[in-house]
Each structure stands twice: as C-alpha cells, then as structure tokens.
C-alpha cells in the first residue's frame, strides 16, 4: 500500500523521530569519528582516498539529484537504482548529509522541503548501508537558521562549506552569522568538519575563531579542489623565489 501511495519513504521516518513544527527527520553524529579528506559525490575514484575519507555533496544538485537520483529511488522505491547506489558507497565509511542546495528566491517551502530530502537520504544511507551520517549545515539566509538545526540538538559533530561564501562580503557575513548561531545553540556541539577549498588554513581558522574560543575542534580535512589550490600557491611562490 505505501508504494501505492509514494510513501515508501515512511520507512525511514518510522524508524527515527520527527521533530519541530515541519517534522523534520532526527539528525546526530557523536564525536567517534576522524576525517582527513573529502570526496565529492562525483568523485568515486576518490571514495577510498584515504582510510577515513568522507564523501560529500557540495557541488551542483544535478550531479546527485534529478529522476535518477538518491532521493528519487528512495522515494518512488526503485530497487534496481537503489542497489547501484548501494553499489557504488559500499565501501564508504562516512558521508555528510546531502547538501541540496538553498535559494533565497524560491518559496520557502521548497527550501524546507529539501531539507526534508537530506534528512530522508541520510537515513537511508545509515539504515541501508550502515554509513556513519555526519549532519550538515545549509540555509538560504538568517531566516532558516532555526529550521537548519531543528532535529539536530543532540550531535556532536557537523559539517559546513565555505565554498563560495569567502570572498563575497554578504557572504562571508552570513557564514559567520550561521557559525555562532550554530555554535550558540547546537549545546552538544564538540566538532566542525570544514569543506575549504582555500589553499591556505589559517582563513579557515579566523572565520571559526568563535567556536574555537568555545573550545569546539575545527578540522579542514583535504580536497580535491583544496589539493588544487594548494599546489598553485606553492608554485607561484616558487616562482617568485626563482625571480
């Protein structure tokens, strides 16, 4: 009857609980865990970079999402491209939860709604493939601050991108809002996993110096793009040297 009615995805909502005023699937990650590099979604030749590499989702929705995505297969139960994706993070570890991205120009309940998604994949992702979930932070703007962290009181542990949000000034303003209001209400917090694609950690670590001053770890593990980064500065210092 549930797939009758597109309500495959009650599954994993019944084996949680939902909280706040829109019902959001519970969200937690204790502080166990160690990560040393993120791999983008797309980047599975990257999955198992390292022994504790952490697959994310900061890249454009239609590299994870559309009619054959995640999401899509959980909900409308399709088993055969459940068990690709099964396929495909079998050896995965950790993942963050699925950054569907947020727009201040949309309705705010698509904003919501995807939000709901993340929750909805994470889930599955725990239930189904025993991977270790790690709660992400994502909004549109001040006015979903609360709604990003409704479900998520108890974690120990979140992640955040800085991508794009570093040299923009409203950006970067916004991200230092979404930090403290993170830091200040998120009681359990012990850990902020950083997604930077700077090649140099110490802007990391200013942006982060309210959590840090509240005793809360910040660790930038490596990327791709990081990786990248990293090697044009050392060459255009080398260059620079040689002059």
Not at 10 to 33: F, H, K, M, S
Not at 98 to 109: E, K, V
Not at 131 to 137: D, L, M, R, T
Request: charged letters at 25%; glycine letters at 4%; hydrophobic letters at 35%.
């Amino acid at each position: 009857m549930k797939q009758l009615l597109n309500l495959s995805f009650v599954e994993y909502t019944n084996q949680t609980y939902l909280v706040g005023e829109y019902d959001l699937p519970y969200a937690t990650c204790p502080n166990l865990i160690c990560i040393d590099y993120f791999a983008l979604f797309s980047e599975t030749y990257n999955y198992q970079k390292t022994n504790n590499t952490c697959v994310c989702f900061y890249q454009y929705d239609n590299e994870f999402d559309g009619i054959n995505g995640l999401f899509n297969a959980i909900y409308y139960r399709e088993e055969k491209l459940l068990e690709k994706y099964k396929n495909r993070l079998k050896n995965v570890k950790y993942v963050v939860a699925p950054d569907y991205s947020q727009c201040g120009d949309i309705p705010r309940i698509e904003n919501i709604y995807r939000l709901f998604k993340s929750r909805i994949v994470s889930n599955w992702l725990l239930l189904e493939c025993n991977i270790v979930v790690i709660p992400n932070i994502t909004y549109a703007n001040e006015n979903y601050f609360d709604v990003m962290l409704s479900g998520m009181e108890d974690t120990e542990i979140v992640a955040i991108s800085t991508k794009g949000s570093i040299k923009e000034p409203k950006e970067k303003e916004l991200l230092l809002k979404a930090i403290k209001y993170t830091t200040d209400n998120l009681h359990q917090l012990k850990k902020f996993f950083v997604y930077s694609v700077c090649s140099s950690d110490d802007t990391i670590h200013k942006l982060f110096e309210y959590p840090s001053s509240k005793g809360i770890e910040i660790v930038v593990p490596s990327n791709t793009l990081k990786e990248r980064n990293v090697a044009s500065r050392k060459a255009r210092q080398n260059g620079q040297d040689k002059k």
